[in-house]
């Protein structure tokens, strides 16, 4: 039993109980922890009393005819930079190594008042900030795939237990791809929400114009309940979005007609097909989109022209966000402190010379620069006149289309190692990045594989609040496929 749906079915008929589906998670998590290293905290013993209370729960709940939350019972596992009361938050940074939160964060609460069992808290680049969770403080996470790979970021450890089985399903951070390209990396579903969606309190901040909690799974379907489940207005978080949030699984049943999509018009992103794209994901890609038009849908070629300059714009907005969000971190209040400072400057900088990891401490100097006088002008404020721009191609674009469709990443996952220049691996974020400029959902769902046998995904993105009608053309490409249903090579090993 490997996906979220067809544990829930087994539950309700009372085939299988949390605690056995657990213990069994559990047992998968502990043999392929030490080649994949997906966690940076497990939590059996509170994975165990959660199902323990879970299978209560159920019989109570059939008892009395009262419904039972959809992710009761349910092993998953947290990306370690949401908050979680009692249990280590670290953000995959020797700063926050020992801080245990003494409050839970709106989505993480939201799980545990449905009833759902929590494995552990996954690996990530240190704040967020990466793409191949080679970044963290505590160990690099492998690909399942292939041992040697990494395994994308910075929600590569989230996107590693779902591929390798250590749960049921997980929940990410995406602030330029984090969710998607891991996803497309470890050949599972990963989501990205729309902005202001799904509340952002408790989740440790990197660039908070950016970032966005979304979930990753086996399925559409599966992602679809944990959205559902997350969704909604936080009065704790001034960007959350004051709306009502629909059940999104309930319309993705069977795909029985012969032309699902029909009357729908898939656009085709013309600067994402072409220099930069390695080969075996184009030829893939191209596949996936022949079979759109097979299931009734009309595919158009559209000119989004200011894509490309999503990257650059990106690497001077979010690390002037980061470079304030991260000046909290100074040994006062929490996390590492530097003790053998004599004066108070010196503790600063000697506290976050040790806290802070390279790449971080990249990001900081390049934001602080940007954010500096007689800069702003020059780098951040036309940075932010270039994203609104993104915006208006996009804008433009679904006056045309439904859905937007490009590769995930340009590649397949690299060995790890192998990107030891910032630009080459900045640039892996290309087709995802201008996504959380504009603040718009997309999905990732695999696709296909490279001649390595490596997972290759297909970006899907959708107009603002567009989810459901997102997941409506995921769900019927995934169910027409089977490139979903494939398991690692970890798995029958």
Known sequence: MRSISQFRQAFLCGDVSSE?????????????????????TATPELAHSQAMAADEQLRVLKDSGQPVPPLLGVPLALKDNLCTAGVRTTCGSRTLAQFVPPYESTVTLALRQQGAVVVGKTNLDEFAMGGSTEHSAFH??????????????????SAAAVAAEQCLGALGSDTGGSIRQPASFCGVVGLKPTYGLVSRF??????????????LG???????????????HDPKDATSLRLAVPDYA????????????AGKRIGVIRETMGEGVAASVR???????????????????????????????????????????????????????QPDAKTLLEMYESTREEGFGAEVKRRIMVGTYVLSAGYYDAFYLKAQKVRTLIKEDFVKAFTQVDVLVTPTAPTTAFPLGSKSDPLSMYLLDLMTIPVNLAGLPAISVPCGYDPDGL?????????????????HVAHAYEQTTTWHQRRSPLWQS
């Open 202 to 215: 408790g989740l440790v901040a990197f660039a908070s114009s950016l970032d966005q909690v979304g979930p």
């Open 20 to 40: 056995e589906v657990t213990a069994a998670v559990l047992s998968r998590l502990s043999e392929r922890e030490p080649q994949v290293g997906s966690f940076i």
């Open 283 to 337: 030829g893939v890609v191209e596949q996936a989109i022949a079979h759109f038009e097979t299931l009734g849908a009309a595919v158009v070629d559209i000119s989004c022209p200011r894509f490309a300059y999503g990257v650059p714009t990106y690497y001077i907005i979010a690390p002037s966000e980061a470079s304030a969000n991260l000046a909290r971190y100074d040994g006062v209040k929490y996390g590492l402190r």
């Open 455 to 471: 997972p290759i995904g297909l970006q899907l993105i959708a107009p603002s609040l567009g989810e459901a009608r997102l997941l």
């Open 140 to 157: 690099p996470t492998r690909n399942p795939w292939n041992l040697a790979r990494v395994p994308g970021g910075s929600s590569g450890g």
């Open 250 to 261: 309930q319309p993705l049943g069977a795909v029985e007609e012969s032309r699902p999509l």
């Open 218 to 232: 086996h399925s559409v379907q599966d992602v679809a309940l944990l959205l559902t489940a997350i969704a909604g």
